[in-house]
C-alpha cells in the first residue's frame, strides 16, 4: 500500500474513533520512523493531560514510567505554543517529538508524543516534518464522520416524514397500526415487524406486517406480548442479543428468539406525552440493527405515537370513551404523579374549608399618635433678638422654669433714655415752679410723666425678655438652639409644653373601617420605638366629621387608657393601633376588602 493511498484510507475512515487512532498511530509511527506513540489530550480550560492510547510497532506492551509520562506533557505543553517540539533525549535515553493535532472541537487539546531511536538532529528533523503534513488527517476523520452521520440522520427523518405522511392519511386505528408495521419492515428490512397497545394495563398485539389476520390465542402471539410487555415496563429500546454491557432484562426476548429461531430482534416503546403506551418489535435474520438505525426507529415511534393515539381513541364507543375518561381523571387525581402538586391542591382545600367555617378575633388597623390634653404655646412678648436657648424639645420643665432669653441691649438702652427724660423733664418742672411760670411747669411736668410711662413700658418689656414655662410638662416644640441672634416678631409661637398626665392616643381610621367601631371597644397600641411591647386603650370618642388626608378621608378617633404612663411615653409619638372589632370568618376577612371594591365598581 502506498502513502498516499494509506493516507486516502485514514481520511476515509469510517468506523468507530477507537479503531482510527491505533490506525493512524500506526501509520505515522512507520510513516516518521518512530518505534512507538502515545495520544495525549486535555481541555483547553487548566487541566492535567490524559493518556488516552500508548502503542508500539513492534507490537510489544509499551511501558509508560512516571519519567517518561512527565516528559511527555512538558513536551505536549511546549508543542501547544509552537505547533510541533521535540527534545534531544528523555530520561530514558529515547528521543521524544510532540505534534498538535487540529481537532473539530476547539475546547479540546490531542497531542501526538512520538519516540525514536536516533541520536541524530537531523534526522529527527525531517521526522517531525513528515508527521506534521499528516497532523490533519484525523480532524479531516472528525469531518467525515460528523457529514456521514448528518446524512443519515436526514436519511432517517426523511423516511419518517414519508411514513408519517402516509399514517395521516389513514381514517382508522387498525389500518395506521398495519401501515406503520408495513412501512417500517420495507424500510428498515425487517422480516417481520408487530405493533402492540397498552389497553386496561397490558400490551394487547395490534398488527404484524403483511398479515391482515392473526389468532390472538395463538403461542407466538403470548410470547411476543411477554416480549412487548419487558420493553414497556423498563421503558427501554431492548435490542437482541444484548450488547456487552448492557443492563437490561431481556428474558421474554431471549425466550420469544429461541422459539422463532430469530438471530436479531429489536423492541421500541412508543411514548405518548412522556409515558410508553405502545410496543413495536422488529425482527430481522441477516444483521444486527445498528445505533443509526435504533435512533431512527425511535424517532419513528415517537412521531408515530400522536396519530396512533388520537385514532385509539376516536374508535373507541360511546360508554368506553366515557369509561376511559373517567379512569384517566381518577388516575391522573388519586395515582403518585406530580404528587407535591396534588398535596397543594388538597391544602388549598383544606384551608379554603377552614376559612370558611372557623372565624378568628378580627381587628381595624390604624397608625396613631400620642398626644396630651393640656398644651401650652409660648409666644414673643416683643419684637426682638434670641440671646439664650436654655431647654431642647423633650426636656422636662417644672412651672416657670426659664425657656429662652431674648437680647435685652436695645431695652436697657431704652430704659437709660426714659430714665434721663425724666430726670430732664422734673428738673425743667422744679426751674418754672421757680421761676413762677405756671405754663412751663405744667408741660415740663406732663412730659416727665410721659417719661416715667415710657420707663415702666420698658422695664415691663426687659423682665419679659425671658420667657419661662406656664406649667409642669415636656417641651414637645421648640428646637431653637440654632437660631440664636435670630430675629423674632410679636406673637410669634417659639414653645410648646405639654403636660404628661392626661396622654391620650388620637387613631386615623379609614372611612371603609369606621362603621365597625363603637365607643368602649377595647384597642391594643404598639409603639414605633418599642413594638415588642403592647399596651390596652379604649374608645373614648369618635369625632362625626371626616377630614381630608393623603391617604383618603379619615375619622380621629380618641383612645385612652386606665393603666399608668409609661416613664418614657412623650408627645407626638407614633406606632400602630388595633381595634378589637370581633369574630369574624376567616374567609370574610381575608375577601372582605375585595368585594367590597367590586361591589363598589359593579353595581347597577
Known sequence: MTTQTTIGSLHRFSEHPARFWPAYL???CRHGGAEAALLLAKKASPGAWKTLLALSVAGDPLPLSQSLLNAAEKLADAALETGSARTGSAPAGEALAAIVLPDEDPAQLRVALFIFRTADDADLDRAVERLQLIADAPAVYQRQRSASQS????????????VMILLNGETSYLAAAMTLANETAARYRCARVSLGWCDKGHIQLQAISHMDRFEKKMDIVASLEAAMEEALDQDEEIPWPLPAGSTVVARDHARFAAEQNLAHLLSVPIRLDGEPVGVLTCERDDRAFSEEEIGGLRILCDQA??????????????????????????????????????????????????????????????????????????????????????????QQVRQGAPLLS????????????????????VREAEKARARNVLGEMQIAQAQADQARAQLELVRYRLSQAELRSPIDGIVVDGDLEELRGAPVNKGDI????????????????????????????????????????????????????????????????????????????RPGMSGIAKVEIGKRRIAWILTHRTVDFLRLRLWW
Open 151 to 162: 446524512l443519515k440522520e436526514v436519511a432517517s427523518i426523511a423516511e419518517t416524514l414519508d
Open 26 to 28: 500506526d501509520f505515522a
Open 406 to 425: 431674648l437680647d435685652p441691649g436695645d431695652l436697657l438702652l431704652e430704659e437709660a433714655e426714659a430714665t434721663a427724660n425724666q430726670v430732664r423733664y
Open 494 to 569: 417659639l414653645f410648646k409644653v405639654a403636660r404628661r398626665e392626661n396622654l391620650f392616643a388620637e387613631l386615623k381610621i379609614d372611612e371603609r373601617d369606621i362603621h365597625e367601631l363603637a365607643i368602649g371597644q377595647p384597642v391594643a397600641i404598639a409603639f414605633v420605638s418599642q413594638p415588642q411591647l403592647k399596651f390596652a386603650f379604649t374608645v373614648d370618642r369618635i369625632d362625626p366629621v371626616a377630614r381630608a388626608d393623603e391617604e383618603g378621608n379619615l375619622f380621629r378617633v380618641r383612645a385612652v387608657t386606665d393603666e399608668s404612663l409609661a416613664a418614657w411615653w
Open 305 to 394: 405515537a400522536r396519530r396512533l393515539g388520537d385514532l385509539k381513541a376516536a374508535d373507541r364507543n360511546i360508554l368506553r370513551k366515557l369509561g376511559d375518561d373517567l379512569r384517566q381523571r381518577s388516575a391522573k387525581l388519586l395515582g403518585i404523579e406530580h404528587t407535591l402538586v396534588k398535596l397543594a391542591a388538597g391544602l388549598v382545600f383544606i384551608l379554603l374549608l377552614i376559612s370558611l367555617i372557623f372565624k378568628l378575633p378580627y381587628r381595624v388597623e390604624a397608625p396613631f399618635l400620642l398626644k396630651s390634653e393640656d398644651v401650652r404655646q409660648v409666644s414673643v412678648p416683643f419684637e426682638g433678638y434670641i440671646d439664650e436657648v436654655h431647654v431642647r424639645i423633650g
